[in-house]
């Protein structure tokens, strides 16, 4: 059996899909020939992608990390992916087994792979749901107490919800489901002056997933957190972001900020 038919036995597909190329990224082995086809296409146009991933998920370990110091001990991780090694419930349980997590994903194949992962691990949840749908995200994580803090993580995945779904409100909707003390985090591509020729390059290659990418400013981005105070030291390159070590400079940019009443 060859490998593209090996990955459709699998569940795989012909198109590629941006959670399991990330998840290729990271060296994960989640994904099938046509996201590796994908990734390696837009590391040709944008050597730094993959490094830009994994400084990705050394912030949202960085972040997991905060907000548990910071006393939180419920976590909603929106289009959460495949929970691939580092995820947020393995960071979570070794701190406090206790700690409550649940992820969304509306992508199939994400979510079936994470059931399988999950199985049989305590406080810990996917559902499968639009994270465009407030509503219906909250009505099934049915894990978490809306009565205590919660962190909401919307970690690398808002770069691929166009204007038209208002991302805005979006977060907006779910910022007015939480109670005092709860928290935002989220990393998104930031590009504030005028991208070069070649980046359209590596647009092209998102246009073929179900998920384009939309470039915003860091005002836009700004705009997400609907004035809620900012963490020090604010919206700023993930790899600067408390950063434990020296790191590459990113073009994704990501903040925390508290929920206050």
């Known amino acids: 059996m060859s490998v593209p038919d090996a990955d459709r036995a699998l569940g795989g597909t012909d198109q590629p899909n941006a959670a399991r190329m990330y998840d290729y990224f ?16 837009l590391l040709r146009v944008a050597p730094d992608a993959r490094a830009n991933a994994r400084e990705n998920r050394a912030f949202l370990r960085r972040v997991v990390g905060y907000l548990l110091g910071a006393g939180v001990r419920q976590f909603l991780d929106l289009g959460s992916g495949i929970p691939t090694a580092g995820n947020v419930h393995e960071i979570t349980h070794a701190t406090d087994p206790e700690a409550r997590v649940t992820y969304v994903d509306v992508e199939p194949i994400a979510v079936e792979t994470s059931r399988v992962l999950l199985a049989g691990v305590p406080n810990a949840e996917i559902v499968h749901a639009d994270l465009r749908e407030p509503s219906t995200v909250l009505k099934r ?17 808002l770069h691929f919800v166009p204007e038209s779904d208002d991302p805005t409100g979006v977060l907006g909707a779910y910022l007015d489901a939480l109670v005092d003390g709860s928290y935002l985090a989220l990393s ?10 070649e980046s359209e390059d590596g647009l092209a290659v998102y246009r ?16 997400f957190f609907h004035g809620h105070p900012l963490a020090e030291p604010g919206l700023v390159p993930v790899s600067d972001w408390r950063a434990d070590g020296p790191a590459e400079p990113s073009a994704i940019h990501g903040a925390v900020a508290r929920v206050t009443l």
């Not at 990271?26 to 296409?41: E, I, K, Q, V, Y």
């Not at 894990?143 to 909401?152: C, E, G, N, W």
């Not at 998104?188 to 020729?197: F, I, K, L, R, Y």
Request: avoid cysteine.
């Open 26 to 41: 990271l060296g994960g082995s989640h994904n099938f020939a046509a996201d590796r086809s994908a990734a390696d296409g």
């Open 141 to 157: 994580a049915t894990l978490l107490d809306r009565t205590q803090p919660i962190a909401v993580l919307a970690v690398s995945v």
């Open 188 to 197: 998104h591509v930031v590009v504030d002056e005028a991208p070069p020729p």
């Open 208 to 223: 073929r997933t179900a998920t384009p990418v939309t470039l915003r400013n860091s005002g836009q981005v700004t705009a």
